[in-house]
């Protein structure tokens, strides 16, 4: 293990005294609280105005830490978990009996993930117990992928900032149910490669989630920024073309050679490296006030699934 820095071991302090963290991922930015703290648990709760009824992921510094949590960890989860942690996939395992209700919104599942960001595992590790780590942002708003974001968040509120530098992989973490008997679900896309997966797992990751298994936090409208958000596809005529020449409306593009009036972010046509700046591209562009902001619509293919399944709920629902 690397030396611990003195941030860090103000960071775990902070935590062993009861407080909140924002603590840097690979995925996103996580506020984060000693998981068997209940008033530490539910200080997250309030902070984020996130309801009860959405469960936490729980953040080992270790796989070995998982058979606290899990009553019943399938052969197939040992083989992600040795290949994929620590990374941005998420596993949720029946709950041993003696996990706080709270943690997983009165389910009897737990979600577990050890994250690669190496000032998260120090952290965990430095604290000596998990910690939940949801987003670091407002309930629905958008997620944060640098430390300044997650000021402009909780600007005011009592929260230590660990920097670690922007998030490399930028999008929440991929989650897959590994329920005992079942098949291997997917609940929520992130980047990690699906196929890679299915390769590891030797079997199919399924996208039908039974209404036996609850995925909160999928809500139409999440992710979003304040200014109005239309998607277009460069292909197409629309009204995004009036747009081009007004200086007030924003655009994040993915790879069209349109050269608007207004502010403009390319993200280009790499997924990895669009996904990477996307959230970041949403706060610079708000930040600016803007009428509207155009977002060129990604292609179609697994790459970009993660991508879509966000922008989905980011973008304005028509009047
Ligand atoms: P995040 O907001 O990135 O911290 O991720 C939390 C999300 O993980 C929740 O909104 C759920 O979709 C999912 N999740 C966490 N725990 C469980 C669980 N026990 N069962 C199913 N999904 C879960
Ligand atoms: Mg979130």
């Given at each position: ?21 924002a603590m840097p991922t690979e995925t996103v930015y996580g506020l984060a ?24 992921i729980?953040h ?24 994929f942690w620590p990374g941005p996939l998420t ?20 979600a577990?993930r050890v994250p690669a960001h190496?000032l998260a595992r ?11 780590a949801p987003s670091a942002n407002?309930?629905?708003?958008v997620s944060p992928t640098t430390?300044?974001h997650v ?13 670690g530098g922007p998030s490399s992989v930028g999008l929440e973490s991929t989650i ?12 929520r896309p992130g980047m990690l ?24 936090g ?5 992710y ?48 990895d490296?669009?996904a990477r700046?996307f959230y970041d ?25 993660a991508i879509?399944?966000r ?9």
């Amino acid at each position: 293990m690397a030396h611990v820095t003195r941030q860090v071991e103000e960071a775990a302090a902070r935590l062993n005294a009861g407080g909140l963290v924002a603590m840097p991922t690979e995925t996103v930015y996580g506020l984060a609280a000693r998981a068997d703290l209940p008033e530490a648990v539910a200080q997250v709760f309030r902070m984020k105005g996130r309801p009860s009824t959405n469960p936490l992921i729980v953040h080992l510094s270790d796989a070995s830490e998982a058979t606290a949590w899990a009553a019943d960890i399938p052969d197939i989860a040992k083989h992600l978990m040795q290949h994929f942690w620590p990374g941005p996939l998420t596993l949720v395992f029946q709950a041993r009996p003696e996990v706080s209700r709270h943690i997983t919104a009165g389910q009897d599942t737990v979600a577990l993930r050890v994250p690669a960001h190496s000032l998260a595992r120090q952290l965990i590790q430095a604290v000596g117990h998990a910690l939940v780590a949801p987003s670091a942002n407002r309930y629905m708003s958008v997620s944060p992928t640098t430390a300044e974001h997650v000021v402009t968040q909780f600007s005011g509120e009592d929260l230590l900032i660990l920097d670690g530098g922007p998030s490399s992989v930028g999008l929440e973490s991929t989650i897959l149910s590994a329920l005992p008997g079942d098949t291997l679900r997917l609940l929520r896309p992130g980047m990690l490669d699906l196929a890679a997966v299915e390769v590891i797992a030797g079997e199919s990751v399924s996208d039908d989630v039974p209404d036996t298994i609850r995925v909160p936090g999928q809500h139409r409208r999440h992710y979003a920024p304040h200014t109005r958000l239309c998607g277009f596809s460069a292909a197409d005529a629309g009204a995004w073309q009036q747009d081009l020449a007004d200086s007030q409306i924003g655009w994040i593009l993915c790879g069209s050679p349109i050269a608007p009036d207004g502010p403009a972010i390319q993200l280009g046509a790499e997924a990895d490296a669009y996904a990477r700046r996307f959230y970041d591209a949403l706060y610079q562009l708000d930040a600016r006030k803007l009428k509207r902001i155009w977002v060129e619509r990604p292609p179609e293919g697994a790459r970009w699934q993660a991508i879509r399944n966000r922008l989905e709920r980011a973008i304005t629902p028509p009047d």
